[in-house]
């Protein structure tokens, strides 16, 4: 019973995950509501890995996807005035700079405090890769363009995070490898699409 309990999450959450990605690409609000679905799912997948970083994570992002969901339908009211409609934004330098300090400080001081507290496995990759997101989810939800480079280092960094969990035992890891892996690709076809919509007069 606890085998297909966890098939049916995992399966849950890489297809919600894939669908929310799509929708993200082609610019639908519905990508938050499903985002959402992923997210809670993915929380439960993680947990039971011990992965509490990732934990932390996919909480925030039920919480980015309800600001996103918001932002994209009522947001940013001088940007629709100027073109007619949200479109993918560029990002500041300034911005770039302040976020990447936000990921550093992040990824020492949560590694540390789940290394030192708690039964986590590999703290301070699985912090690196929780705070990243944290980023990279408001970079979506706020439709910067340079979000799609943070996912998809991101997603680098996940998929081996994945497999090395999975390796050491840890069963309900490699879907999410593959999810990834996936990600990776859409991270590319995303970044591509929105930049033709940034460029496009």
């Given at each position: 019973m606890t085998f297909l309990l966890e098939n049916w999450l995992e399966l849950t959450g890489f297809v919600s995950g894939l669908l929310c990605v799509w929708l993200l690409i082609k610019e639908s609000v519905s990508t938050f509501p499903i985002g959402m679905l992923y997210a809670l799912v993915t929380?439960?997948?993680?947990a039971?890995?011990?992965?509490?970083a990732d934990v932390l994570l996919n909480l925030y992002y039920v919480l980015m996807n309800a600001y996103g969901w918001y932002y994209w339908l009522y947001g940013a009211k001088s940007l629709r005035q100027d073109q007619g409609e949200l479109r993918?934004?560029?990002?500041?330098?300034s911005t770039v700079w302040v976020l990447l300090a936000i990921t550093a400080v992040g990824t020492l001081l949560?590694?540390?405090?789940?290394?030192?507290?708690?039964?986590?496995?590999?703290?301070?990759?699985?912090?690196?890769t929780t705070v990243a997101s944290f980023v990279a989810m408001w970079?979506?939800?706020?439709?910067?363009?340079?979000s799609w480079i943070a996912w998809f280092l991101i997603d680098l960094v996940q998929i081996v995070l994945?497999?090395?969990?999975?390796?050491?035992?840890?069963?309900?890891?490699?879907?999410?490898?593959?999810?990834?892996?996936?990600?990776?690709?859409m991270a590319v076809w995303g970044w591509q699409s929105w930049?033709?919509?940034?460029?496009t007069p």
């Open positions: 929380t439960i997948v993680v039971r890995a011990f992965l509490y993918p934004q560029p990002i500041g330098a949560m590694g540390y405090l789940f290394q030192r507290y708690s039964q986590a496995d590999l703290a301070y990759v699985d912090s690196l970079m979506s939800a706020r439709k910067f363009l340079a994945y497999i090395v969990k999975g390796l050491n035992g840890v069963e309900g890891l490699y879907l999410y490898a593959g999810l990834y892996g996936i990600y990776l690709l930049r033709q919509r940034l460029q």
